[in-house]
């Protein structure tokens, strides 16, 4: 493997001691991964979820549809927020200023967690591969000996064949 890749990686030398080893690499890498998370994050991605869901645009779109119903009829006299919502527009802007860096660090998180299974990917393809090479040898070298006790079989064969053909009158 070093004369094929060079310099091993440190994600080359655990594989490698896998295989020694004979232990599995396969496991769930989102275990450690979610163990890891703080509160806050954990918080964020919830937030995250829900601010991306269809209950969240749902919910909104009654907030929104409510506040305008509620400032353009009910409140006729003496709206709180009269039209064109400028209030709304505050609190909608607040909303999106806040959400923005909450759904931003989900998404570097969930990056981050997609580099770890792509590594670990790596690590349990790299060692098939090399699991594979192994049993490819292991096959060359038993088919080697069986044609080599082909050829000592035939040899045997010949051997009674013309011992046999020598008795004939």
Known sequence: ??????????IDHEVI?????QNI??????????AKLTMGERLADRIADFGGSWTFLGIFALVILGWMVINSYVFIAR?????????????????????APVIMMSQNRQEARDRERALHDYQVNLKAELEIRHLHQKLDHIMSHQWQRLVEIQ????????????RKP
């Open 25 to 34: 690499l396969s496991k769930n890498p989102d275990e450690g991964f979610e």
């Open 17 to 21: 001691e896998s295989i020694k080893e």
């Open 155 to 166: 040899e045997v064969q010949m051997d009674i064949m013309n011992e046999l053909r020598s």
């Open 79 to 99: 709206p709180f927020d009269p039209y064109p919502y400028i209030l709304l527009n505050l609190v909608l802007s607040c909303l999106a200023a806040a959400q």
């Open 1 to 10: 493997m070093e004369e094929e890749k060079g310099e091993l990686t440190e």
